[in-house]
């Protein structure tokens, strides 16, 4: 993307800062702790030195998966042949000589201000008796018995398993994600490993309570607990006094930069809430639970899907009569492979042609390589056991798909307007990305009218925008309607928000635009309209933080706009969660996506979905002044389909993926772990 001059950056920021007042909103008394976002804070008061003689073969393994997902790593492997000595990292006092089924022989070390080194997997195995050393250590198998120093706190659940071992880090043989650039890299096993000179058991000298210097000899790399005989190796772990595990990796290697993950989260199994109260939850267990919406009863939830998992595309159904107990009913089946949900409708409406549930699904293609074939996939969804396809319509030749739609029916005529990002790019006839179709008879979709904001805004404005993006930048992104059928706002990704006069509708025009944020990248993605108040709020999404975008290091906003005038919409604030806010310093958390994924407003209240910080219930009555009311956020998961990580590397996080209200409920999809149900605990709340 391209970027504004620095100084016309600078006036812009500043307007942003003078009229919004961005991420005003204070932590809420509940709100789960946020680590800190120092890389100080993680930084051992001392310097780190290879704990393998020679140094061995280590990558940063730190915080990939351990026993199928249920944990993460907690240090780093370091391969190397069978006996090579174990060393000090650092000066200090043992604190811990034990042995156990998973650790195998350790070693514990406490240095300065109470940070700790674990050495595990060390060797216990006796060389054959010519070659033993004259004081005997343990036979193969058997227990050191726990030592500890006076006074030595006792391992938390949480980090250690039977009779006080540390948490089962296993060898290079457990299973491993390959989400993006965290795969556990498995070292080769010695070609030869030395056998005359091996080392094994625990050095003379070395006992509970001994101090050690840098480089003291305090074990030998071996393969004893859960590692693998075939792959002899270090594990090794730095944690902080409080026993938070830290990442060694950089410290060793010299590499820390500021996407360097540093700490894991714990996963959970129980979601966190705050003036929220869970009525139900189902998990269908293969991750990738997208959008989500709720119809009489049913609660629909898309199939997420992207280049490195497509799933299925189908959309799960469940009955929600007794929310507190969700059935599965059976899947809306998309007959379009390599495709994903993209944004769904679902209405009782009544035609010439149609009388029922209507269910308008919207799919685009995982990758443009495939190219699945996206568009409109028309459901008849009056039975709920019964769901049949009425029609498709194609978003065309060379585009991926709608990314969403919105309806708007009325006396027999059912309207979508659909959002198909760079259609006007892609498409063999160049398309506009934003389309108006009929879909009164859903067994066949005809197109009314598109617009697009590279081809019929005013030339001023189309020259300034080509200016100061590459045109794939001012694509349609998120639609909505207005009530009435005479107006629609389109999210442009880099164009910002329009509005679009519908009143003749074969030619859609330009009413209205945020230029809030000049002619620069917004990153605006969706956006949800309330008739009540003409308030109009976009969500500006942004999943790579650090790339210096107009808000700065930021995760983006929820920008709030008033319409009700007509013309240009007129900026009055923006909201932006606690969890996703840069800190003092200007850094922002990089252990999960905070960032807007999907949002409806319902009685005065914005309801967002914010990825990993969680849903968020926020007042906008006083829209100058949001206030939130209320949170929820999913346990820390890892993915089920193990491809997604953070921009830091971390794969276990929350993911509130899609929101919506309806009969007084609250219903969030969670990309990990499935649909929840939700109520305000101060009722009452009023449906979509």
Not at 134 to 141: K, S
Not at 594 to 615: H, N
Not at 626 to 652: C, H, M, Y
Request: aromatic share 6%.
């Amino acid at each position: 993307m391209r970027t504004l001059p620095r100084a016309r950056v600078v006036t812009v920021l500043v307007a942003l800062i003078a009229l919004l007042g961005v991420s005003g909103i204070p932590a809420m008394a509940d709100e789960p702790a946020v680590r800190s976002l120092d890389p100080a804070t993680y930084t051992p008061p001392f310097d780190l030195s290879s704990p393998v003689d020679g140094v061995g073969r280590f990558s940063d393994s730190f915080g990939v998966i351990r026993d199928g997902g249920d944990r993460l790593h907690h240090g780093i492997d370091i391969g190397a042949p069978l006996g090579t000595p174990v060393l000090a990292a650092a000066a200090g006092v043992v604190t811990r000589i034990d042995s156990g089924p998973t650790a195998g022989l350790y070693v514990e070390v406490t240095h300065s201000e109470g940070w700790v080194t674990r050495y595990l997997h060390l060797n216990d195995v006796a060389p054959p008796p010519d070659q033993q050393a004259e004081e005997p250590a343990p036979d193969a198998g058997e227990a050191v018995p726990t030592t500890a120093a006076p006074g030595d706190a006792a391992p938390s659940a949480d980090e250690a398993v039977a009779a006080g071992e540390p948490a089962a880090e296993g060898g290079f043989d457990d299973a491993t994600t390959d989400a993006a650039a965290v795969v556990d890299e498995t070292p080769e096993p010695p070609e030869e490993p030395p056998i005359a000179d091996e080392g094994w058991g625990i050095p003379d000298g070395i006992a509970v309570g001994g101090a050690v210097e840098t480089g003291a000899v305090i074990g030998y790399v071996g393969y004893s607990g859960n590692a693998s005989p075939a792959a002899p190796h270090l594990h090794f772990e730095l944690r902080m006094p409080d026993r938070t595990p830290v990442n060694p990796y950089p410290f060793l290697s010299g590499d820390l930069g500021e996407r360097t993950l540093l700490v894991v989260p714990d996963l959970t199994d129980e979601p966190l809430t705050w003036q929220v109260g869970i009525v139900g939850h189902i998990d269908p267990g293969t991750g990738f639970s997208g959008v989500v919406r709720a119809h009489d009863g049913v609660a629909y939830v898309g199939s997420y899907g992207d280049e490195r998992a497509c799933l299925a595309p189908e959309v799960r159904r469940y009955d929600v009569s007794d929310p507190t107990v969700p059935v599965e009913l059976a899947p809306l089946v998309l007959d379009h492979p390599g495709t994903w949900v993209s944004a769904l409708w679902i209405g009782d409406v009544t035609t010439a042609a149609f009388s029922g549930t209507l269910a308008i699904v919207a799919h685009t293609a995982c990758e443009p390589a495939t190219m699945g074939e996206g568009g409109l996939t028309l459901f008849d969804a009056t039975d709920p056991l019964d769901p049949t396809v009425l029609g498709f319509y194609p978003s065309g030749p060379g585009t991926r798909g709608v990314s969403d739609l919105d309806v708007w029916h009325e006396d027999g005529t059912i309207r979508v307007i659909a959002a198909v990002p760079n259609s006007r790019m892609d498409h063999d006839e160049q398309a506009a990305d934003v389309r108006i179709v009929d879909v009164s008879d859903p067994v066949w979709p005809i197109d009314v009218a598109d617009w697009d904001v590279r081809r019929d805004t005013p030339l001023s404005m189309r020259q300034a925008l080509a200016e100061a993006n590459d045109l794939e930048e001012l694509r349609a992104v998120g639609v909505a309607f207005d009530p009435s059928g005479d107006r629609a706002f389109v999210a442009h990704w880099d164009a910002g928000l329009v509005v679009l006069d519908l009143s003749e509708l074969a030619a859609p025009v330009l009413a209205g635009r945020d230029a809030s944020l000049g002619y620069s990248e917004g990153n605006a993605r969706s956006v949800a309209f309330d008739a009540a108040t003409g308030i109009v709020v976009v969500g500006h999404e942004d999943f790579d933080p650090l790339d210096d975008e107009i808000f700065g290091a930021s995760w983006g906003a929820d920008v709030i706009l008033d319409t009700g005038a007509g013309g240009d919409p007129v900026l009055l604030s923006s909201y932006t969660p606690a969890a996703a806010a840069p800190d003092e310093d200007g850094r922002v958390p990089l252990d999960g996506f905070y960032t807007p994924r999907d949002m409806v407003i319902a009685d005065g209240y914005l309801y967002g979905a914010w990825a990993s910080g969680g849903v968020r219930i926020v007042g906008i009555s006083e829209p100058s002044e949001p206030v939130e009311v209320g949170w929820f956020l999913p346990p820390t998961k890892v993915d089920p389909q193990r491809v997604l990580a953070s921009p830091n590397g971390n794969i276990g996080m929350s993911l509130a993926w899609s929101v919506d209200v309806a009969d007084g409920l609250i219903y969030v999809s969670d990309l990990n772990t499935g649909l929840w149900i939700l109520r305000r605990d101060e009722p009452p709340l009023g449906g979509r």
